[in-house]
Nanobody, 120 residues
Framework: QVHLVESGGGLVQAGDSLRLSCVAS?????VGWFRQAPDKEREFVAG????????FYADSVKGRFTISRDTAKNTIFLQMDSLKPEDTAIYSC????????????????WGQGIQVTVSS
């Protein structure tokens, strides 16, 4: 069993930065960040392996977002720079035994999610 808790969301202006954190209890799994905007499907944002390697990004955030992992604390970070209004969504972290990439159906555990709002 893995329990995931996100923090760090909030309201910012376009061009600002935010850093999300995901604290995972239990054994280390691969972790992905996903987001869901109103009236849209949940989409993959970024993922990282259980050992903190091989970061993988959606094209929409590549070059602006950075995923990292503190393996000692089993905490996964999502640094979001140059935020845009279209980044507004509920962001969730999820854990998987088999992937850190963009197949959400392969993720076994999910956090509650946290709101990120970017005003123009």
């Amino acid at each position: 069993q893995v329990h995931l808790v996100e923090s760090g969301g909030g309201l910012v202006q376009a061009g600002d930065s935010l850093r999300l954190s995901c604290v995972a209890s239990g054994r280390a799994y691969h972790v992905g960040w996903f987001r869901q905007a109103p009236d849209k499907e949940r989409e993959f944002v970024a993922g990282i392996t259980s050992t903190g390697s091989q970061p993988f990004y959606a094209d929409s955030v590549k070059g602006r977002f950075t995923i990292s992992r503190d393996t000692a604390k089993n905490t996964i970070f999502l640094q979001m720079d140059s935020l845009k209004p279209e980044d507004t969504a509920i962001y969730s972290c999820a854990a998987s035994k088999v992937t850190w990439k963009n197949n959400r159906h392969l993720y076994d555990y999910w956090g509650q999610g946290i709101q990120v709002t970017v005003s123009s």
